[in-house]
């Protein structure tokens, strides 16, 4: 298909019903770990749980999608999310059932109960089918010009935003009422069963995907007629380490790593320090993310359809992180009003780093190795998303706010990083 000829709207509406109900738990996560059994430690565990069982299955799901079609895979995706949120909500309905008592002086105190176990199955079922991110990247990727792709892949992260505005203010309302916690699950559920109609119905495929060879090293003609012609055949559907020796392709990961270990330190310590420090609760949560949502919708949106037609890529790239970098920094001091504060500062910094980061990624990659590319980088947010999720309880126990500057330090090192990249695309991008 031609890229003009597919609107990208279907793949944003599902991508919002995606992250809406994704979101819908993000503001009472914590206290429901906590009221189960669990502590800091316990919750950065079953934060991790998607990103563990992601780094098998998006880097599989990814490869599929360069041959079966990304409609189909996406798909796969998102019935798996639909059954997860099933075991989740039996979760809120079982009785809270002890397993083991746990006191150490490493893991903190903390009761490992059913429901608890329930949570974490679910979380590492969506995480196996959890390639719908790479999918829906390489789809975009099928569909759009070069000279589009920051702005366009800047609307994917405005429909992520638009879901976590009102997935969070949807739970603070949801979340206060009679039937409490199970309101927002139930609301879940629904919301992901409403994705996959949308893909059924609304989502065209994106482009023609069928295994194929194609002639890696092609002999010259020049070459002596009695010499035989060495090719090189290998399917489409490259590995991991074919992937990863692409020219340009590694240093472009290794940044995506530092980002997102970066982003799981703080999404792991910050719903804790609201919780302990600032004493918010599950609304006082909810707004917050909520407000920061809807600055990066007016960043990722207007504000980077403008800029992207007046500076690169790249220098965007290496703007955002600098600006990310103050905002971990501010939120370093703990305070409400420092707080607010940053969430200018995360809105500008995220909102123009990452589109970009992904647009560079798309241009880098071949257009028929996308889905391959993408579900190898879906590998290295994953990895960096065990480690984040499960070092920032442990951090936050240690260092309080301290984690903050950890993830500071990492985005500065993106920041440095950015140079070379940019130095870099001359060479080998």
């Known amino acids: 298909m031609a890229e003009s000829k597919i609107s990208i709207y279907p793949l944003l509406t599902v991508n919002f019903i995606g992250t809406f109900g994704l979101s819908l738990v993000l503001p009472f996560l914590i206290f429901l770990v906590e009221r189960l059994g669990g502590n800091a430690v316990i919750y950065g565990l079953t934060a991790s749980m998607y990103p563990v069982f992601q780094l098998v299955g998006g880097p599989l799901l990814g490869r599929w999608s360069d041959t079966y079609g990304r409609k189909k895979i996406l798909l796969v995706s998102q019935v798996g999310t639909l059954i997860s949120w099933i075991i989740f909500l039996a979760a809120m309905i079982i009785p809270v059932t002890k397993i083991i008592d746990v006191k150490s002086v490493s893991l903190g105190t903390f009761v490992l109960t059913v429901p608890l176990l329930f949570i974490l199955i679910a979380r590492a079922f969506d995480g196996i089918t959890g390639g719908n991110v790479s999918v829906a990247n390489a789809y975009l990727a099928d569909i759009t010009s070069d000279a589009d792709r920051s702005s366009v892949y800047g609307k994917l992260s405005v429909s992520t935003n638009l879901g976590f505005i009102f997935g969070p203010a949807l739970a603070g309302i949801l979340s206060v009422t009679v039937y409490g916690e199970i309101l927002p699950v139930i609301v879940a559920v629904l919301i992901s069963f409403a994705g996959i109609l949308m893909t059924i119905f609304l989502l065209p495929e994106s482009s023609e995907h069928t295994l194929h060879v194609v002639p890696l090293i092609k002999s010259s003609e020049a070459e002596d007629s009695d010499k035989k012609k060495i090719s090189l055949l290998v399917s489409n559907k490259p590995g991991f380490l074919e992937v990863m020796r692409m020219k340009g392709i590694f240093r472009l990961l290794v940044i995506y790593f530092l980002i997102f270990l970066s982003y799981?330190?703080?999404?792991?310590?910050?719903?804790?320090?609201?919780?302990?420090?600032?004493?918010?609760?599950?609304?006082?949560?909810?707004?917050?993310?909520?407000?920061?949502?809807?600055?990066?919708?007016?960043?990722?949106?207007?504000?980077?359809?403008?800029?992207?037609?007046?500076?690169?890529?790249?220098?965007?790239?290496?703007?955002?992180?600098?600006?990310?970098?103050v905002n971990f920094v501010l939120l370093v001091y703990g305070t409400n009003f420092l707080t607010y504060i940053s969430l200018v500062f995360f809105a500008f910094g995220n909102g123009f780093m990452w589109p970009s980061l992904m647009s560079i990624l798309s241009k880098t990659a071949k257009k028929e190795f996308q889905g391959a590319v993408q579900g190898v980088s879906t590998s290295f947010t994953s990895l960096a998303s065990i480690v984040g999720l499960v070092a920032g309880g442990f951090m936050f126990s240690f260092f309080d706010t301290g984690t903050f500057f950890i993830a500071a330090s990492i985005i500065l090192g993106v920041f440095l990083l950015s140079f070379k990249l940019d130095y870099s695309k001359k060479d080998d991008l």
């Open 264 to 325: 799981n330190l703080f999404y792991t310590a910050f719903p804790v320090h609201a919780a302990n420090n600032l004493k918010w609760n599950s609304a006082s949560l909810g707004l917050y993310f909520s407000a920061l949502s809807l600055l990066l919708v007016f960043v990722e949106g207007p504000m980077l359809s403008w800029v992207s037609k007046r500076y690169s890529d790249y220098s965007l790239l290496t703007f955002g992180s600098f600006m990310l970098t």
